[in-house]
């Protein structure tokens, strides 16, 4: 079956620019997560959704940083006002229900660069 | 918050020894899962530990999970070119709110020299 996807894979963007990045999560997934990598490094936590719950948003670094998810669909990660230090590669992955333990599957993810 | 630390950083190994990672939690977890992530590639989940103790094996990997939960490990048996990539711990923190919420370790590159 199809798995995480997302898009674009690839985004070159100018220094204070916008990016909003896409999520598509394995259907019947409930808990979606983004996650940023920087060249390599660990994953460093974002945002996380479950179901109609509020989403926790503790691992957002600035105010800059924003994402939604409608229902239990498609999420997008947007990036205001974009800085050099934002280029990572950044992860999704969704599960079947946050409350686990249930194994995270990823997507390709984005390859930002911020130039 | 919660942290979860990964050694060693880095490994070399040549093709046919034994490599171990090890992870620590700075809290009690609940779960504890593993990924590995090839060269280029993204993180794909390998196993997770739930119980106290526990030592799961799959083929040449041996997975523990310490008796306190707050310690984990991967061993490698005789490491392939297959080896290769980065292996990540991911733990759950115990009596959290955020259910479902993993912490990762910053992984251990595994490179292996034929």
């Known amino acids: 079956g199809a798995g995480v996807s997302q898009s674009p894979s690839n985004k070159v963007t100018e220094k204070g620019k916008d990016v909003e990045l896409r999520c598509d999560p394995i259907?019947?997934?409930?808990?979606l997560y983004w996650y940023r990598q920087r060249l390599g490094q660990g994953l460093e936590f974002l945002i996380y959704?479950?179901?109609?719950?509020?989403?926790?948003k503790s691992g957002l670094p600035s105010d800059r940083f924003s994402a939604e998810r409608t229902g239990e669909s498609v999420s997008t990660l947007t990036i205001q006002r974009t800085q050099q230090e934002d280029s990572a590669v950044y992860l999704c992955?969704?599960?079947?229900?946050?409350?686990?333990?249930?194994?995270?599957?990823f997507g390709p993810g984005t390859r930002l660069t911020v130039t | 918050g919660q942290q979860v630390m990964q050694i060693p950083q880095y490994q070399h190994v040549q093709e046919g020894e034994d490599f171990t990672t090890y992870c620590n939690s700075s809290?009690?977890?609940?779960?504890i899962q593993w990924y590995k992530q090839r060269p280029g590639g993204h993180p794909v989940f390998l196993i997770q530990?739930?119980?106290?103790?526990e030592v799961k094996k799959q083929k040449r990997l041996t997975f523990q999970f310490g008796e306190a939960k707050k310690n984990s490990s991967l061993h490698i048996t005789a490491t392939q070119t297959t080896d290769v990539g980065t292996y990540f711990c991911?733990?759950?923190?115990?009596?959290?709110?955020?259910?479902?919420?993993?912490?990762f370790g910053q992984g251990t590159i595994l490179t292996v020299h034929p």
């Open positions: 992955a969704s599960s079947l229900r946050g409350r686990g333990p249930y194994e995270q599957y």
């Open positions: 259907s019947g997934h409930t808990a």
């Open positions: 959704f479950q179901g109609n719950s509020a989403p926790d």
């Open positions: 809290t009690t977890l609940s779960n």
């Open positions: 530990l739930v119980k106290s103790g």
């Open positions: 991911a733990g759950e923190n115990a009596g959290g709110t955020s259910y479902g919420k993993l912490t």
